[in-house]
């Protein structure tokens, strides 16, 4: 059975609607992501969606050029 998560991060180095926009594009394309949200002023990656694991996120964050620094309470 899948489990449904909510997980919130904190993304270091956007600076810009483009830079929230890729992280956005690359996590959204992950499998099992349901939503996607990116707070450009505080940072925070919020990912709605089943079976998503922490590693798959900073890999995609990764890929946009990003560094996930933590995880935080969702």
Do not use: F, I, K
Not at 4 to 20: D, T
């Amino acid at each position: 059975m899948s489990e449904h998560l909510n997980m919130v991060y904190v993304v270091e180095g956007m600076s810009c609607g483009h830079c929230a926009s890729s992280v956005h594009d690359e996590v959204a394309g992950l499998d099992g992501v349901d939503e996607v949200t990116v707070d450009l002023g505080s940072g925070r990656l919020a990912v709605t969606g089943n079976d998503v694991s922490d590693e798959a996120v900073a890999r995609a964050v990764e890929a946009a050029g990003y560094r996930v620094a933590v995880r935080v309470p969702g």
